[in-house]
Every structure is written in structure tokens, then in C-alpha cells.
């Protein structure tokens, strides 16, 4: 159930369900009783107004409002735009309502205990304006619990992004799978409360759509997970390296380290200049360090095959030391996690970078927003939405991208995107990023693909932050993980 459909998609899932014999009118019958039996659940409601589109987003709520009215709500219907050029499944709803139909232009909130918004779902195709805007500006300013139909009107489906305006929703009731647009920011936020609804549409249709974009939940990447097997032993669990900074910035390589260890991974070394060696060494008695000054260090030990991911960039000082420890750090069967100072170090030469993932056995880069632009502003227009953005970028550099934020997307060259709607507004805190790149270098140092590495690193990590709470900092992080992973692998029944 992680797929996420865009709206062609999901137009498609529709097709494909009346092709295979359930008629468009049954789906939207069943699409408005779902959002009748939600207003029918809100406490204190007896006067609805549902507001109506021109398309089948407002064909729902013509089956909501003749359903709301049989249970006795007082229902108030208003239209945007003409009776009369209603079509298809929306026009034979329209037609079994009975009662009148307003003028959505002329709509008065102060009438409703509750509106439904059923103006524009799948089919907003371009900015609200006019009387469009008006209307849903009006409802938005009116104070009132709105729900929204398949997406509050205005948003994007396949974006999140508000098209001119939209209505903050109480909850939201779309259909057969969630959208990209529910996840992705402001979406997510402006859909309240998110409800999905089967209205018949069988799961089948999913193997022809082949949908590329995921909601970043463990059902996706559990299968891939290295959960411990009583026999295992901790090589078969990877031996992983972390590149440390030097005296005054190893603090950030020591985050990586810690969460490193508490992904998983079976050995952890870290490689620092002479003067951090005594920090690190005393820091975690888990930890191995050894001197690593420059490029010629780390190919020295390197030499030991056995050590098969390697996280660089937290703390690693901007500049030509560091892109010669990224060269240095690449080979056959080698992971590469590259964060921060690494990726800043190849700002402006994608290309320089691409060489480098093109020699790792497999690289996730986990940018934030002003890594991402330095790295990939030449490639990726900053207008595009963050999914297209992440998709073009891993892409361009033949490695898993992982575009940081509040609606993290980790995207693999292959088109494949995930969405996370799982991080707290207080995980963005000094030195979360660090740790984010160190549990991803940990799971892929247990043999974890690249892709499913960086998307169970970026859930693993907001559910460390959730556990703990806020007051969280970032030394936290690998604390709580023991907690996830219990919870984690004991939903997989494998504790
Ligand atoms: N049978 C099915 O397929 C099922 C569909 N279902 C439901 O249908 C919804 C999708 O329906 P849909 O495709 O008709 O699109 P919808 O969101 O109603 O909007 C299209 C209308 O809006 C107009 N319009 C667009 N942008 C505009 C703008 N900025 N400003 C002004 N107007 C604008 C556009 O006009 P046009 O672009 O053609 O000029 C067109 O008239 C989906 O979200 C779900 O709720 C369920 O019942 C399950 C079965
Ligand atoms: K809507």
C-alpha cells in the first residue's frame, strides 16, 4: 500500500477499473458515500454545504450531498459553473440530486456547520483565478471545518503545491491510493486529517501502471532490510568507515560513527587526522580508528576489501583534500554515503562527481536544499517541484539522491521516488544530518541496496526523533534507534 499514484495515474486506475467492467458512476457512488460517511462521523454537524466543481470531483459530492440528505443532514449544494454542462458520471450525479442547486459564486459560509470541498481534485490542471479563487479563498477565510474531496482544491496531486489558493482541510477522503500531493509539502499540511477510501478499484490495476513513487514506510524497504540472524556473524554484517575532520569539526564524524554502529553494521572504523584519533578513541570503546590524513591514507586503508561502505562529508572541511578522499574512497563493491563538506567540495562539477559515483559499487548523496542547488543548479531548474527535482538529480548523477527537508525524497536513477511524512518539525536540529548519513552508511554496510538503504535510513531517523521527542538533539538520534529497531523487526516478527 505504498504506492502513491500522480493524477494521470490515478486517471488511469479509473480507466483501467471501467475497462475491466465497474462502471464509472458505481466508483464515484462509492467515492461520495466515503466522504458522506466522514461529515456523518463529525461531532456537532446538522447543516452541510458542499461545494461543487464542474468535473467528477464534484460529481462525488453530488453523491455525498443526496446521501448526507437521506440521513437527515440539512444540505446546502452550490455549484461552480453551469448545470448544464456537467458530463459523463458527474452529470448522471448531478441528476439523482434533488435538491436545489446554488450558485457557488454567491456561497455563504455563515450557513454551514461544515463544508465539503468538491471542487477540484485530479483535474486541476492550472492556478485558481476568478470566481474559481474566490470561492475557495471565501471558504478558506471562513473559519469553518472544511472537508476536502481527493485533495483540498488548489493543491496539486502530483506536487503538493497550492495552485493559487486552497482551503486548510480537517481531513481530506481520496480514493484507492494516496497521492504525491498528500505527502509533499504544503499538501500534506493542508490536507488535515488523510483518509484513504476503496471504492472498487482493484489492486491489479497496479501492475500495468507500474507506479514509480512511494510513500517511504517500511513496507517498502522491509524486505530488504539485514535483520540479524542468530547465526550471523559481525563481518557477514559489514565492516563500515567513516572519514573523520579534523581536531575541532571530528564531532560530526563521531555522530556519523555512533549511528553508524547502532544501524547495525557489524565494525566501525574511524579514519582521522592524528590530532582527532584521541577523541574518537575515547569516545565510543565500539569504535576502531586509524590515521587519515589525506587521499593516500584512505587508499592505504582501503586495501582491506572487507570494508565495504564508507560515509564521508560530515565535518570533512570544504575544498581539494576532500574531493581527493572521495576519489580515493570509490572501487569495486565499495558504498559511498556523501554528505555536507563532500558534496560542497564538488560544487559546480556534477560531472566530477558523477565520475566518482560511476565507479562505486553504489552511492547515496544526501544534499539539503543549498547542497542540492550547489551541486545540481546547472541540471535541475529550482522552479520544478521537489520530486522532479530529486528524480533529475539522481538521474544526472547515476546515484540515489536523498533531498533532505520536512518532506525528505530519496530518488534512484531508475525513476523510483520515495516521500517521508514521518519527520518531526524538531528533527531539524545541529548535527541530525550527520547521524541521517551515518545509519544509511550502516545499513548499506550490512548489504542493503543503495536505494532501500537511503529510504529506511531516512524513516529509521525520523522515528528515532519521533521516540525521543522534542528536546531532541542530535547525540540522541542513535539512542532511540535500539527502540525503533525493536518495535521494527518485532511488527516483521523476527523478535
Ligand atoms: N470516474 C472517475 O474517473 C472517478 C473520479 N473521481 C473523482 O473525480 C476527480 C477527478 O475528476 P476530473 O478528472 O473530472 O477532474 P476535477 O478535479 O473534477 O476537475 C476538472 C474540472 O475542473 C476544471 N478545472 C481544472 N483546473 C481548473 C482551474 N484552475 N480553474 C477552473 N477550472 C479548472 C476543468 O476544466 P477544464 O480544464 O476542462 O477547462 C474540469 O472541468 C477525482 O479527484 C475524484 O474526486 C472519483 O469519483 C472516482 C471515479
Ligand atoms: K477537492
Not at 467528477?56 to 459530492?61: L, S, V
Not at 559515483?357 to 522552479?383: N, Q, Y
Request: aromatic residues 4%; glycine residues 12%.
Amino acid at each position: 500500500m505504498t504506492h502513491l499514484l500522480d493524477p494521470q495515474e490515478m486517471a488511469r486506475a479509473d480507466r483501467l477499473a471501467m475497462e475491466w467492467g465497474t462502471a464509472g458512476i458505481t466508483l464515484m457512488d462509492k467515492a461520495g458515500a466515503a466522504v458522506a460517511d466522514v461529515v456523518a462521523r463529525r461531532p456537532l454537524v446538522t447543516r452541510v454545504t458542499i461545494l461543487c466543481g464542474p468535473g467528477n470531483n464534484g460529481g462525488d459530492g453530488f453523491v455525498a450531498a443526496r446521501l448526507l440528505a437521506q440521513r437527515g443532514f440539512r444540505v446546502r449544494l452550490a455549484l461552480l459553473g453551469d448545470r448544464g454542462r456537467l458530463t459523463g458520471d458527474a452529470a448522471q450525479a448531478a441528476e439523482r440530486w434533488r435538491g436545489a442547486v446554488e450558485d457557488a459564486a454567491a456561497f455563504d459560509p455563515e450557513d454551514a456547520d461544515l463544508i465539503v470541498d468538491a471542487l477540484f481534485g485530479a483535474g486541476l490542471t492550472r492556478d485558481l483565478d476568478g470566481v474559481a479563487r474566490a470561492v475557495v479563498a471565501r471558504m478558506a477565510a471562513s473559519g469553518k471545518p472544511v472537508i476536502a474531496v481527493d485533495l483540498p482544491s488548489g493543491v496539486d496531486g502530483a506536487t503538493g503545491a497550492v495552485r493559487g489558493v486552497a482551503a486548510q482541510a480537517v481531513e481530506t477522503v481520496t480514493f484507492f491510493r494516496r497521492k504525491p500531493g498528500h505527502l509533499l509539502l504544503p499538501g500534506r499540511t493542508l490536507c488535515g486529517k488523510l483518509r484513504v477510501a476503496d471504492i472498487g478499484i482493484p489492486d491489479l490495476v497496479l501492475d500495468e501502471i507500474r507506479p514509480k513513487t512511494s510513500a517511504n514506510e517500511p513496507a517498502l524497504w522491509l524486505p530488504a532490510f539485514p535483520i540479524p540472524s542468530a547465526g550471523g556473524h559481525k563481518y557477514a554484517r559489514g565492516h563500515a568507515v567513516v572519514v573523520s575532520g579534523g581536531r575541532w569539526t571530528a564531532g560530526a564524524a563521531r555522530l556519523a560513527a555512533r549511528a553508524c554502529l547502532r544501524a547495525g553494521a557489524g565494525l566501525v572504523t574511524v579514519g582521522a587526522p592524528e590530532a582527532a584519533l584521541p577523541m574518537h578513541a575515547a569516545s565510543y570503546a565500539a569504535l576502531m580508528v586509524r590515521p587519515v590524513e589525506e587521499a593516500s591514507d584512505l587508499r592505504h586503508l582501503l586495501e582491506d576489501r572487507r570494508l565495504s561502505a564508507i560515509v564521508m562529508g560530515p565535518g570533512l572541511g570544504v575544498g581539494a583534500t576532500t574531493r581527493d578522499l572521495v576519489s580515493a574512497a570509490t572501487g569495486a563493491g565499495r558504498h559511498l554515503v556523501l554528505d555536507a563538506d563532500a558534496l560542497t567540495s564538488f560544487a559546480g562539477d556534477l560531472k566530477g562527481l558523477a565520475d566518482v559515483v560511476g565507479s562505486a559499487a553504489g552511492t547515496v548523496v544526501t544534499p539539503h536544499e543549498g547542497e542540492f542547488g550547489r551541486l545540481f543548479g546547472d541540471v535541475v531548474s529550482a522552479d520544478a517541484d521537489k520530486l522532479t527535482r530529486a528524480r533529475t538529480a539522481a538521474q544526472a548523477l547515476g546515484g540515489v539522491v536523498v533531498l533532505k527537508g520536512a518532506d525528505t525524497v530519496v530518488a534512484a536513477p531508475d525513476g523510483r521516488a520515495a516521500i517521508a511524512a514521518n519527520a518531526p518539525p524538531y528533527l531539524a536540529t545541529a548535527g541530525a544530518g550527520d547521524v541521517l548519513a551515518g545509519i544509511i552508511c550502516g545499513l548499506l554496510a550490512q548489504g542493503m541496496p543503495a536505494y532501500e538503504a537511503a529510504a529506511a535510513g531516512v524513516w529509521l531517523h525520523g522515528e528515532a526523533a519521533r521516540a525521543f521527542g522534542p528536546g531532541l538533539i542530535a547525540d540522541d538520534l542513535p539512542e532511540a534507534l535500539p527502540g525503533v529497531y525493536r518495535k521494527l523487526f518485532e511488527e516483521a516478527g523476527a523478535l
